[in-house]
């Protein structure tokens, strides 16, 4: 409940923070330094949030353990925005302004992400957006550091098509704005690299009876099958194609497979291959210090790449905290845009200044057993499809999400 | 040839589907005139008690056949006992009282697994038919219904519960006064429809996993059956799914998904704008 007292206390912060250039935030926020995370704990996102929010303790957790950030301990606030729209909008004015974030990490969805960044950009607050997504935000107030498509599937569409001596491809997708987008890319690299495309279904996010899919799969014979699935519905697939005996026949590769692994079983799961900027399996030391705490600490098992860029941003914005000397968000950015760079679990991932987006290394990996198991490296990735339409350095009040035109 | 096999059986599993997820609501809708609208959360609660029987070490067919009828038919009963038996003849009252349990149904069960998508694998393993294969455990949907169908149809035509329950239907009033206590009938009628939609999610459950928002994918088809059936129950529901499944099933093969399923509405629409009272209102006006 609200009292009345801190109603008033948070609208006099509201006002004195609409003041402007009277209030000088670097005198006033002293005691910590503030972070605050918008992930969804609860809802239809719920399963991404958890390892998000995770993981941002963790990072939280373990540079106070180190003395903090400029001899000051790091204050994390965590809103869960119960994968409501409605909410994300007002935690993160909220985190703006009452709270005077020195950062906001998060926002899950890319619907999450355009309610936050205009936001934040109009209160000057630094924003961290830690998801895989279709790529094209250019804006230089965020800094992205998911992979996307024009990394991933650059990669993963010839390395399967190798792979599996295919020249003939069949795609399904979820219809929608991501489902769409991951299409386009499919079908891009396929042909770029010598493959038919024999046809392309687009499904309501409700659909669960895949029977007359699998039918035509079958009379079309396709090589392999990619695949941009969403949600507990389309989980039916999976079932339904290997209750088909369609999974030793014929096999899959994902733009975006995750959680749903720890859930079907070896027969329905096993075998599909991915491309992230972060894998589960990952070998090196870091990784399996990470694996361990988030496992240790949080009970999260299996964790992906939207989990592993949470811990990667905030350590990329504490490392630039400290370089620069200052949270002071100008300061902060320039010092990230100077090629900062960050060697964490998923290896070494350095900020592109011109589009705010990271280069990264790039790991096919399958799924085994409930995890993913890394096959192949592909190092430091540049973000070409952002960088296509995108850049800061030419442009630094640009704010648009553009849509990258696949060719 | 073996197209037109594979392409048959895919008709036959999508129209089996249809009678499950649908008779179930037909029973509760059509004999006692209660809109059931946590119907959906019926079939969803039938998926979770296969899946919890199943990881608990139990027998898959005795966890679908036995344990979620029997089970969602008790907690019908239950439900019928303290919130529906009050609201008998008040139909918007119902909807209201239905609604609100399924969404604490949704709540509730979210609580308690989680809203994340669980299931069990289908069992049976495969068949193949020239190049095609399908899922045998789907086929597995057809006998099934034809079993609830038929069984349905015995239990109503020549036992004398189904005479009673018949003559309950017809004239409350007159039941009553014969001696028939018609609140024990709806009691019964409501926890035999309850557990039927409970199996009827059981049987999906391995196909389709099971998330407490699920029956939200199941109701709105479940009603636009129902209620394209018309009066007769069984009939009503075998024609209208027949008529339904084997039209999505077509288009989607010619077209894509989501052509199927504007189809399916379409014919919906249009059967009913002329025959409004559903395909059993018009024809086949004598049968159960």
Redesign the interface.
């Known amino acids: 409940m609200t009292s009345r007292r801190s109603f008033l206390k948070a609208s006099a912060l509201g006002l004195a923070a609409s003041a402007g250039p009277f209030f000088n935030r670097g005198t006033y926020a002293s005691e910590s330094i503030k972070v605050a995370g918008i992930h969804d704990a609860?809802?239809?996102l719920?399963?991404y949030g958890k390892q998000m929010i995770a993981a941002l303790d963790l990072a939280v957790a373990e540079t106070n353990a180190a003395g903090g950030l400029l001899g000051k301990p790091v204050e994390l606030i965590a809103y869960d925005a119960q994968s409501n729209l409605q909410l994300t909008t007002q935690y993160a004015t909220q985190a703006a302004t009452r709270d005077q974030a020195d950062v906001v990490v998060g926002g899950m969805s890319s619907a999450s992400r355009e309610a936050i960044r205009p936001i934040l950009r109009r209160h000057n607050v630094l924003y961290m957006y830690n998801t895989y997504y279709e790529g094209g935000v250019c804006d230089r107030n965020m800094f992205a550091t998911g992979s996307t498509p024009g990394q991933s599937m650059r990669r993963l569409i010839p390395y399967v098509m190798n792979k599996w001596n295919a020249k003939s491809v069949y795609i399904l997708a979820a219809?929608y704005n991501f489902g769409q987008t991951m299409t386009k890319w499919f079908t891009k690299y396929t042909t770029e690299n010598g493959g038919d495309v024999l046809g392309t279904?687009?499904?309501?996010l409700?659909?669960?009876?895949f029977?007359?899919?699998?039918?035509?799969i079958?009379?079309a014979?396709p090589d392999m099958v990619l695949l941009v699935l969403v949600g507990?519905?389309h989980?039916?697939f999976y079932?339904?194609w290997?209750?088909?005996?369609?999974h030793e026949?014929i096999p899959m590769a994902s733009g975006d497979l995750d959680?749903?692994i720890e859930?079907l079983?070896p027969?329905?799961g096993n075998g599909i291959h991915v491309a992230y900027s972060y894998l589960d399996g990952l070998k090196n030391e870091k990784n399996k210090a990470f694996k361990k705490a988030m496992r240790d600490n949080y009970g999260i098992g299996l964790v992906t790449e939207m989990g592993a860029h949470t811990y990667t941003g905030f350590n990329l914005w504490a490392d630039a905290v400290r370089k620069a000397g200052t949270v002071d968000r100008m300061a902060v950015i320039e010092t990230l845009e100077d090629n900062a760079s960050f060697d964490g679990p998923a290896g070494l991932i350095t900020v592109d200044p011109a589009t705010h987006h990271c280069i990264a290394d790039i790991y096919i990996g399958q799924s085994m057993n409930g995890v993913y198991e890394q096959l192949e490296v592909f190092p430091q990735q540049a973000p070409i499809d952002t960088a296509a339409v995108c850049d800061l350095t030419q442009d630094p009040r640009e704010t648009r999400q553009f849509v990258v035109e696949v060719k | 040839m073996d197209y037109v096999a594979s392409l048959v059986l895919q008709i036959g599993s999508s129209v089996a589907t249809l009678v499950l997820i649908s008779l179930g609501l037909a029973i509760i809708f059509g004999m006692m005139r209660i809109i059931n609208l946590a119907h959906g959360e019926f079939l969803m609660l039938g998926g979770y008690c296969t899946v919890t029987a199943y990881n608990a070490g139990m027998n898959i067919w005795i966890a679908i056949f036995v344990v979620a009828p029997l089970v969602v038919g008790i907690f019908g009963m239950i439900i019928e006992r303290f919130i529906i038996q009050y609201l008998y003849g008040r139909i918007i009252d119902t909807m209201l009282a239905t609604w609100g349990l399924s969404l604490a149904l949704i709540g509730i069960v979210t609580v308690v697994f989680g809203n994340t998508t669980s299931g069990v694998s289908a069992p049976l393993g495969s068949l193949a038919i020239g190049d095609y294969r399908t899922g045998v455990y789907s086929i597995l949907l057809i006998p099934v219904a034809i079993a609830l169908v038929g069984g349905g149809w015995l239990l109503l035509r020549y036992t004398r519960a189904g005479l009673i329950a018949r003559g309950t239907m017809q004239n409350a009033a007159m039941a009553t006064s014969l001696g028939i206590e018609s609140r024990r009938v709806y009691a019964v009628t409501f926890g035999i429809g309850a557990a039927v939609s409970g199996l009827a999610g059981a049987m999906l459950a391995p196909l389709t996993g099971v998330v407490p928002t699920i029956g939200a994918a199941y109701v709105a088809k479940a009603f636009i059956t129902v209620i394209s059936g018309g009066a007769a129950i069984l009939t009503g529901t075998v024609v209208a799914s027949g008529l339904l499944g084997t039209l999505n099933t077509l288009v989607t093969y010619a077209t894509t998904p989501v052509i199927g399923s504007v189809a399916l509405l379409s014919a919906a629409v249009l059967l009913l704008r002329v025959l409004p009272q559903g395909i059993t209102g018009h024809v086949f006006r004598r049968n159960l």
């Open positions: 609860s809802g239809g719920d399963f219809d279904e687009f499904f309501p409700d659909v669960t009876n029977g007359p899919t699998i039918n035509k079958q009379s014979k507990g519905p989980m039916s079932r339904q290997a209750a088909a005996g369609m026949q959680h749903e859930i079983s027969e329905e």
